[in-house]
């Protein structure tokens, strides 16, 4: 049998105004408001909407028998909650199916696991109350930031409740093993791995519409002969990617939807294969092996690291200054700092920051509102100094 | 190849590219003849040398010959290359360029801008030979595009029109000539500036302290022509804005023209006449030191073909600011980049390299290591190209 599991990270960040150094002590909004809206706009409108629309359609009309996974950040539903809440209705309806399920993970798609446990908890805490509120779910399966996984966190998740986690499928950690099977971290509890099979994922979200790849035009029938050309070499297909996949990345023009369209059809002509998501998928498979995750492993760029966010110093110094002022914005007892202290977390803001522009960069660049890492930088540190004004 | 200046005899870039250029092409095999109008006192190992005005009866005659009238040719003949309008002796450098032609041979014609074109067209003419016009500077660019001087267009226009391949030094170049002077974009191909790293070998760094002066102070450079077409007004006024913020700042102005009283006088009305260094025209040692004592080189054009002083600021380790109105920004990616009219934004983003040392460090290092790739090597590979093309 394999089965597929689909899972879709959803989020989009606060991003942060071009704030100068003549806005500190001056009372600035530190977030871009409008340019955040006309963003969200127009993923709202080539992707979730029409994706939303056509993974109720599926669920529908394959009764059941087609699933599908979300990471939702806590900061992506904020900014639909207040500007695009048919977006939300559209969320509500697929989870009402029984056949979507929410997977837990840090409210702010944070790096917060890395340098503070307590905030790290609070955030996920606040994750899960967004999820019940909206959807009365309980996540059971976890997804810490950018499918960021070493043995320890696998462990502490389990503490925290949950049954399982999402990770890469990194050649350096698997080795000659398959990515289609359940693990376990070492030293990582009875917490279950689910691994991204990269390949294949990376085939819909970066190779679809890459006219220099050999397997263009990529066609559902063709995707669905490859997933059964792994029986007998896995159980589990994990297909992990950005949902804004479905129309933003790859736009509609490129027959993106028309894919995943037929995608469930093609898979389920052939009888041994199924759809399950996560929270199943652990019940279903026992763990095929103890993989060791000594170092953080995620799921960008070629290194599989987290360079992209970590890499240089101006990120290093920009994390850890914010981090640095955690016990002071706490001890303030002010929703609104804490609030804005938590935003300037999101990972996003520091990717911005990543000069890897050589090797990775288009697609680094791709997603910035910046000029340059170098303006990401003083934009974010320009904010830092004015928070920290606020603060004395 | 027809040049007007050559290193050491240079007043800016225009030599600097013609020695690069020239340089890079014999190391790739072509044999390059390089006419200057007037005979002065330089030697170079890897081209031949001709001074068009060199053997002074053989020019009176042919100024004899020309179809000058008496009177004109009267007042020319009271020496070569002295007292006259530019116009007139690139006219005169044309004449004496016809009788080169019919001496030396050779397969192809390249001409540094309107000053050789006149020369260039005339070695045509005679000779049937292709003709490359290159283009580093357009008066559009000289100008700001106020008072254009009827006769240099002119005599653009025509270098434009009667040669077979324009070569523009960056896309912004390519623009300008496509918009200003009608000329069909097919026709011109862009050869970017390279950097000759020769001249940036020695290491100043720990003689230069400016008597105590670095110890408490930081130094932001500009350096080039000081005339309309640079920006130096625009660096003052964000000078101004900086000292406001932050006193512990020297402004170091390197370069001579039209502008300097009133530069002197500017500093003066702003009050910071201070904090305002004037050094002159620079040039070899001295200019490795002033790169190398800066902790911020800053190129505020307001219209520039390309900007090689950017890439010497970074080859020697300064972080840069450079006007987005340049052709070298579209080759560099570690720096800031500013519109040049944007006072308060370059006046913020150089507050922010003085202020974030690891901004500093980062951009100079990245900035390094990226004026590494950009040489004239890859400038003459694409002269090459255009060579090829128009011998076919």
């Known amino acids: 049998m394999p089965s597929v599991c689909l899972y879709l990270q959803t989020h989009q960040p606060f991003r942060l105004k071009n704030f100068s150094v003549f806005d500190i002590g001056q009372n600035q909004e530190y977030f871009d408001t409008s340019a955040n809206k006309s963003y969200l706009e127009r993923i709202v409108r080539k992707s979730y909407l029409p994706a939303n629309k056509l993974l109720l359609q599926l669920i529908r009309q394959h009764r059941g028998k087609f699933k599908v996974a979300f990471g939702l950040s806590g900061v992506l539903l904020e900014q639909l909650e207040e500007s695009f809440p048919e977006v939300i209705e559209g969320f509500q309806k697929l989870t009402a199916t029984g056949c979507c399920e929410i997977l837990g993970e840090t409210y702010h798609h944070s790096l917060a696991y890395l340098y503070s446990a307590e905030e790290f908890k609070a955030q996920v805490a606040l994750h899960n109350r967004k999820i019940k509120k909206l959807f009365n779910l309980q996540p059971k399966v976890f997804r810490n930031t950018e499918l960021m996984l070493n043995n320890q966190m696998a462990k502490q998740v389990g503490e925290m409740g949950y049954k399982g986690i999402l990770g890469e499928g990194a050649d350096y950690i698997l080795g000659w093993r398959s990515p289609n099977f359940v693990y376990q971290a070492k030293d990582g509890g009875q917490t279950k791995l689910l691994l991204r099979n990269y390949k294949l994922s990376d085939n819909i979200s970066f190779r679809f519409s890459c006219r220099d790849w050999a397997d263009w035009p990529l066609t559902a029938e063709k995707f669905a002969a490859w997933i059964r050309g792994s029986e007998g070499n896995g159980e589990i297909i994990n297909l992990f990617m950005d949902y804004e996949t479905f129309g933003e990345h790859q736009w509609a023009e490129t027959g993106i939807f028309e894919f995943l369209k037929n995608l469930p059809n093609e898979i389920l002509k052939y009888p041994e294969n199924n759809f399950q998501n996560p929270a199943e998928v652990i019940k279903l498979y026992k763990p095929k092996a103890e993989l060791d995750f000594p170092n953080i492993v995620t799921w960008a760029d070629t290194e599989r690291d987290l360079s992209a966010w970590l890499g240089n110093k101006m990120q290093k110094t920009a994390i850890e200054n914010i981090y640095s002022l955690e016990s002071k914005i706490k001890k303030t007892k002010n929703k609104k700092l804490l609030d804005t202290w938590r935003k300037l977390q999101t990972s996003d803001h520091f990717y911005y920051m990543c000069v890897k522009w050589f090797a990775d960069g288009d697609v680094h660049k791709y997603f910035s509102p910046y000029e340059s890492p170098y303006d990401g930088y003083i934009a974010y540190m320009n904010i830092f100094n004015d928070l920290k004004l606020q603060l004395h | ?392």
């Not at chain 2, 009238?69 to 005169?92: C, H, N, T, W």
């Not at chain 2, 020369?119 to 500077?137: F, N, Q, R, T, Y």
């Not at chain 2, 008072?147 to 170049?173: C, L, P, R, W």
């Open chain 2, 1 to 392: 190849m027809f040049g007007w200046e050559f290193p050491p005899f240079n007043s800016g870039g225009l030599g600097v590219a013609c020695y690069g250029l020239s340089k890079a092409l014999a190391k790739q095999g072509v044999e390059v003849l390089f006419v200057l109008p007037k005979k002065i006192n330089c030697q170079t190992d890897f081209c031949r040398l001709i001074f068009a005005d060199e053997n002074p009866i053989d020019a009176e005659k042919i100024l004899k010959a020309a179809y000058l009238s008496p009177d004109i040719y009267g007042k020319i003949a009271q020496g070569l290359f002295a007292g006259r309008g530019l116009v007139d002796e690139v006219k005169r450098y044309a004449l004496l360029a016809r009788e080169i032609a019919k001496r030396e041979s050779f397969d192809i014609i390249h001409a540094h801008d309107w000053l050789c074109y006149p020369a260039g067209i005339m070695a045509k003419k005679i000779s049937g030979k292709p003709l490359v016009a290159h283009i580093h500077a357009t008066e559009f660019d000289r100008t700001g595009g106020h008072n254009v001087n009827e006769q240099v267009y002119a005599i653009e226009k025509e270098g434009f029109s009667k040669a077979d391949k324009i070569a523009a030094v960056s896309n912004f170049t390519k623009q300008k000539v496509i918009d200003n002077y009608g000329i069909n974009p097919e026709k011109i191909a862009i050869v970017y500036n390279g950097l000759d790293f020769q001249r940036t070998a020695r290491d100043f760094h720990n003689s230069l302290n400016l008597g105590g002066l670095k110890k408490k102070f930081q130094i932001v450079l500009f350096l080039g022509r000081l005339t309309l077409q640079k920006g130096p007004d625009y660096f003052l006024l964000a000078a101004k804005k900086v000292l406001e913020k932050n006193p512990n700042v020297y402004f170091v102005m390197a370069g001579s023209g039209d502008m300097e009283a009133q530069l002197i006088n500017s500093a003066i009305d702003l009050g910071i006449a201070d904090k305002v260094i004037f050094t002159g025209f620079l040039r070899d040692e001295n200019l490795s030191k002033i790169y190398q004592l800066a902790d911020l080189f800053v190129m505020p054009s307001v219209s520039e073909p390309f900007g090689l002083t950017a890439l010497e600021a970074l080859s020697h380790g300064a972080p840069a600011i450079i006007s987005k109105q340049s052709g070298v920004s579209e080759v560099i990616k570690n720096c800031l980049k500013v519109d040049f009219w944007d006072i308060n934004e370059m006046a913020a983003k150089i507050l922010a390299v003085l202020q974030y040392p690891i901004l500093s460090q980062i951009m100079s290092q990245n900035g390094q290591t990226e004026v590494q790739n950009i040489t004239w090597d890859n400038s003459a590979t694409t002269c090459l190209n255009i060579y090829n093309e128009v011998l076919a």
